[in-house]
C-alpha cells in the first residue's frame, strides 16, 4: 500500500458545473499530483476540523501553501496587507502539534513552513515589500517570481537540491525568526527560505513552491520518510 499522505486544504468559494461561488474544500492539483508521482496516496484534510485522530491513519502531513497565518500565533497585531483564514489556523496548528507529538513526518510548503515557524516560537515578516524593499517575491497577482537560492551544507534541503539552486516564489510574507527550528535555506536577498528541525524523523520547510515547478524531490523525500 503507498504511504498515505494527508493535505491540509482551502475553503474558498468555487464555481464548477452549475454551481457558481459555492463553498469548497479545495485544493490545487498540483500538490495531488506531486504527491502521487512521488508515490503516495493523497487526502485531503478540511480546514476547520480539529479532531486530530485523522493522523492515525496517516503516514505523512503535507501542509499546504494558501492566505496568511494569523499572527496571533506568533504574538503580533495583523498588518493592514495581512488576510488570514482562522479555521485554517485552528485546524492545521491542532493537527501540526499532534503530529509534532507522534514523529509522523511533515513537509510544510509557503504557508506552511511560515506555520512551521509560529509554532516552533518564530515569528514572521508580515508584507515583505515593507522589509526588503523589492516584490521579488511575488512579482503581479498570479505570477509566480523566480530566484537563487542557497543551501547550509549538510542540511536535509542540500541533500535533495544541492548547495544552489533556482526556486520559483510567490508569497508576500517571510519567516524572521524560526524559532527553535534550523534555518538552512536563503534566498539572494538573504530571506529565509528553508527551515528544518534535524532532531525530528522528518520535518521541512519550504517557502517556494516545487508542487508548481513539477519538482518532485521534496513530496518524494515526504513519501520516503513516511514509507519508512
Same mark, same amino acid.
Given at each position: 500500500?503507498?504511504?498515505?499522505?494527508?493535505? =491540509?486544504?482551502?475553503?474558498?468559494?468555487?464555481?464548477?458545473?452549475?454551481?457558481?461561488?459555492?463553498?469548497?474544500?479545495?485544493?490545487?492539483?498540483?500538490?495531488?499530483?506531486?504527491?502521487?508521482?512521488?508515490?503516495?496516496?493523497?487526502?485531503?484534510?478540511?480546514?476547520?476540523?480539529?479532531?486530530?485522530?485523522?493522523?492515525?491513519?496517516?503516514?505523512?502531513?503535507?501542509?499546504?501553501?494558501?492566505?496568511?497565518?494569523?499572527?496571533?500565533?506568533?504574538?503580533?497585531?495583523?498588518?493592514?496587507?495581512?488576510?488570514?483564514?482562522?479555521?485554517?489556523?485552528?485546524?492545521?496548528?491542532?493537527?501540526?502539534?499532534?503530529?509534532?507529538? =507522534?514523529?509522523?513526518?511533515?513537509?510544510?510548503?509557503?504557508?506552511?513552513?511560515?506555520?512551521?515557524?509560529?509554532?516552533?516560537?518564530?515569528?514572521?515578516?508580515?508584507?515583505?515589500?515593507?522589509?526588503?524593499?523589492?516584490?521579488?517575491?511575488?512579482?503581479?497577482?498570479?505570477?509566480?517570481?523566480?530566484?537563487?537560492?542557497?543551501?547550509?551544507?549538510?542540511?536535509?534541503?542540500?541533500?535533495?537540491?544541492?548547495?544552489?539552486?533556482?526556486?520559483? =516564489?510567490?508569497?508576500?510574507?517571510?519567516?524572521?525568526?524560526?524559532?527553535?527550528? =534550523?534555518?538552512?535555506?536563503?534566498?539572494?536577498?538573504?530571506?529565509?527560505?528553508?527551515?528544518?528541525?534535524?532532531?525530528?524523523?522528518?520535518?521541512?520547510?519550504?517557502?517556494?513552491?516545487?508542487?508548481?515547478?513539477?519538482?518532485?524531490?521534496?513530496?518524494?523525500?515526504?513519501?520516503?520518510?513516511?514509507?519508512?
Amino acid at each position: 500500500m503507498r504511504p498515505i499522505i494527508g493535505i =491540509t486544504s482551502y475553503r474558498e468559494p468555487a464555481s464548477w458545473g452549475i454551481w457558481r461561488d459555492t463553498a469548497a474544500d479545495l485544493i490545487p492539483h498540483s500538490y495531488v499530483r506531486a504527491v502521487t508521482e512521488a508515490g503516495g496516496r493523497a487526502v485531503l484534510l478540511p480546514p476547520d476540523d480539529g479532531d486530530t485522530g485523522v493522523l492515525r491513519a496517516l503516514d505523512g502531513l503535507l501542509l499546504a501553501g494558501g492566505a496568511d497565518i494569523g499572527p496571533g500565533l506568533y504574538g503580533a497585531e495583523p498588518d493592514a496587507a495581512t488576510g488570514t483564514r482562522p479555521d485554517r489556523d485552528a485546524g492545521e496548528v491542532a493537527l501540526l502539534t499532534a503530529a509534532l507529538r =507522534t514523529g509522523l513526518p511533515i513537509l510544510g510548503v509557503c504557508r506552511g513552513m511560515q506555520l512551521l515557524a509560529a509554532v516552533h516560537g518564530g515569528r514572521l515578516h508580515q508584507h515583505l515589500p515593507d522589509v526588503l524593499g523589492h516584490e521579488k517575491h511575488r512579482p503581479a497577482p498570479g505570477v509566480f517570481g523566480a530566484h537563487g537560492l542557497r543551501c547550509a551544507a549538510g542540511s536535509r534541503i542540500a541533500a535533495l537540491l544541492g548547495p544552489e539552486a533556482e526556486v520559483n =516564489t510567490y508569497h508576500h510574507q517571510g519567516v524572521a525568526d524560526p524559532g527553535r527550528l =534550523t534555518a538552512t535555506g536563503w534566498a539572494d536577498d538573504g530571506l529565509i527560505e528553508a527551515v528544518e528541525d534535524p532532531a525530528h524523523p522528518f520535518l521541512l520547510g519550504v517557502q517556494w513552491h516545487p508542487e508548481e515547478a513539477g519538482d518532485l524531490r521534496p513530496f518524494a523525500a515526504l513519501v520516503d520518510a513516511a514509507r519508512a
